[in-house]
């Protein structure tokens, strides 16, 4: 006979079970300013949303969005070479997130010039993409560009506000320049 005690301990239970289980759906929706929850995978592994596990890309199994989530996932924790090699199995590599991705890849790799044509590549094919403005004022400051910088600043303000993420990161980056 269940107490009134257990029912409640199954009821919370329950209740953290739902809640971890619509976490994992709204990370399965591809929000890249969450890297960081996307599971590290061996090297040669790409994490599958379908399978949820690490796997080996055999015959093009892995979906691009999945791919392109993961090597963002790989430059933000450091992996920037793994990075680009993922990127350059995608069957579609003409899309705004895989030029800015590999734009970011590049220019943390020390190839700044490299990097901004990769991400006016991505603005080419979404000028309203404000991650790529972002980034793409990030690498105007390592050119020693302020002025290119503060552009795309002002550009992303009409596209999210001053509120919005890439607004305070590239905000952030220009402020603690010496040059700027």
Request: include cysteine; proline fraction near 2%.
């Amino acid at each position: 006979m269940k107490t009134k005690k257990t029912v409640n301990a199954l009821s919370v239970a329950c209740l953290a079970a739902n809640l971890l289980l619509f976490a994992g759906v709204a990370h399965a929706m591809g929000d890249d300013s969450d890297a960081k929850k996307t599971p590290d995978c061996p090297k040669g592994q790409i994490y599958d949303s379908k399978t949820k596990s690490c796997m080996v890309d055999k015959g093009s199994m892995i979906s691009d969005q999945d791919k392109t989530q993961y090597a963002y996932h790989l430059a933000k924790t450091g992996r920037y070479q793994e990075a680009l090699t993922v990127l350059n199995t995608l069957k579609d590599q003409n899309t705004k997130e895989a030029w800015n991705y590999r734009g970011y890849a590049t220019r943390k790799l020390g190839r700044t010039d490299e990097g901004i044509s990769y991400y006016q590549k991505s603005i080419a094919i979404d000028g309203k993409y404000a991650k790529v403005r972002e980034y793409l004022g990030e690498a105007y400051m390592i050119k020693g560009r302020p002025d290119l910088a503060k552009a795309q600043l002002a550009t992303i303000k009409g596209l999210c506000g001053t509120g919005c993420e890439e607004y305070r990161d590239l905000s952030a980056a220009i402020d603690g320049h010496p040059e700027s």
